[in-house]
């Protein structure tokens, strides 16, 4: 079966720890997505990538890294400087960077930091 | 920036029909897509609408007016699995990239 996984589902952290969370698929879709939501709140956009070894800042990137070294990978970090981190996680993939092409989401990581 | 409105929450009736809006202030618009997302899961696609009018698949149906930033999520003969929250995203075009921008969601809850 095709489709995107996320793991762990939920994730646990001290205050001042990097921790990264991972996203594989395996739609072999070329463009890949990370998401943020917080409760009662819409998603917003961390970082995309278009194409492996590229990727582009989302509105709220501050905090975040990505890395896009194979196709069907595209791991973020989240870092002690990311000043809010608990929040559920979202990663997505599309065939192609695209207004038209629908985005599949994984099942999240809920992360929290205390 | 893009500002996109939808209500908070709507309450209906099993069998009923629920009509959900979304308004949007946007440039670059290229379409719009509204999503389910159950509590704790992944949002699921529904539809998407880049030509104005309607577009109806099964149960949901989606109306798209891009001359006033409207659109709505049409749900006929409720059943109580559509209780969930309703995304709309808009997807525009800011140089050379395209993007999902999320409204926050409107809670659904079906009534027996």
């Known amino acids: 079966d095709g489709g995107i996984t996320q793991s762990p589902k939920y994730l646990f952290r001290k205050e001042g720890q990097n921790v990264t969370l991972s996203c594989e698929q395996n739609l072999n879709h070329d463009a890949m997505y990370w998401y943020r939501q917080d409760p009662g709140q819409g998603l917003r956009l961390i970082y995309y990538?278009?194409?492996?070894?590229?990727?582009q800042k989302g509105d709220i990137a501050e905090g975040y890294s990505v890395s896009r070294e194979k196709k069907e990978s595209f791991p973020l970090t989240v870092t002690s400087a990311q000043k809010n981190p608990t929040a559920f996680y979202l990663c997505?993939?599309?065939?192609?960077?695209?207004?038209?092409?629908?985005?599949?989401f994984g099942p999240g990581t809920r992360l929290t930091v205390t | 920036g893009q500002n996109i409105d939808q209500p908070t929450e709507m309450t209906a009736t099993e069998g009923a029909i629920v009509q959900i809006n979304c308004t949007y202030q946007?440039?670059?618009?290229?379409?719009l897509f509204w999503y389910q997302q159950h509590a704790g899961e992944a949002p699921t696609f529904l539809s998407y609408n880049v030509l104005d009018g309607l577009e109806e698949k099964g149960r949901f149906s989606s109306f798209l007016s891009r001359s006033k930033g409207y659109s709505y999520l049409l749900l006929k003969e409720l059943q109580m699995k559509d209780s969930a929250s309703y995304l709309c995203?808009?997807?525009?075009?800011?140089?050379?990239?395209?993007?999902?921008?999320f409204g926050s969601g409107t809670q659904l809850t079906v009534l027996p």
């Open positions: 997505a993939s599309s065939i192609r960077l695209g207004s038209s092409y629908e985005q599949y």
């Open positions: 990538s278009q194409i492996v070894n590229d990727f």
């Open positions: 946007t440039s670059g618009f290229n379409g």
């Open positions: 995203a808009v997807s525009t075009l800011s140089g050379s990239a395209r993007q999902l921008t």
